[in-house]
């Protein structure tokens, strides 16, 4: 059980974020703690979901029923969307609310609720009842002010080069 519980927000356009996350919930799985592990906008599976699969007493919630990146949406993709990442922070609250969680992290959360892919009112809702025995951390792009302004740990990623630039697609087993 997690004593005097946190807000975490990584931010940033450099690599890390998820890393950093995946991290947290590994090292807390590792005392024993509950943990859930939910990806916004990210549809397939990663090392790292696959890994998390099979650590006992981790629970990941993932998928968004498109292939499709967000611009690419039409409404009625958007509003599908919406709807299974708001029933994921309705399983994070519940799970918060009866304690069935230690930590709890919403990868991508950010970028989600900017996009207005994800109801920031069930978010404010987690975060204030995060605290206590709840570690909560969440990851994003932007440093979006809302996150800033109630997390107790605020780390930006900087980008000061990466392979993307000259055109290296992400690969499997290293970026995702």
């Keep these: ?7 975490h ?9 998820t890393s950093a996350a995946v991290g947290s919930a590994v090292r807390a799985a590792g005392y024993g703690n509950r943990v859930m ?13 696959k890994v998390l699969d099979h650590i006992p007493g981790v629970t990941v919630l993932r998928g968004i029923g498109t292939d499709k990146f967000s611009i690419s949406m039409n409404d009625d993709e958007k509003e599908s969307v919406r709807r299974i990442h708001d029933g994921f922070l309705r399983e994070v609250l519940n799970a918060v ?15 989600a609720v900017e996009l207005g892919l994800a109801d920031k009112e069930i978010v404010s809702e987690i975060i204030e009842r995060c605290g206590g025995n709840t570690e909560l951390v969440i990851t994003g792009h ?10 107790d740990y605020v780390t930006e990623m900087k980008k000061v080069r990466h392979p993307f630039d000259r055109g290296i697609r992400a690969r499997e087993g290293v970026e995702y």
């Design 142 to 151: 932007r440093p979006v002010q809302f996150f800033i302004d109630n997390a």
């Design 37 to 49: 592990f939910v990806q916004f906008l990210k549809n397939t599976a990663s090392g790292e979901t």
């Design 9 to 17: 927000y990584y931010y940033g356009y450099g690599k890390g974020k």
């Design 97 to 111: 609310e009866t304690h069935a969680a230690d930590v709890v992290v919403l990868d991508e959360l950010a970028d």
């Design 1 to 7: 059980m997690i004593k005097n519980g946190m807000v």
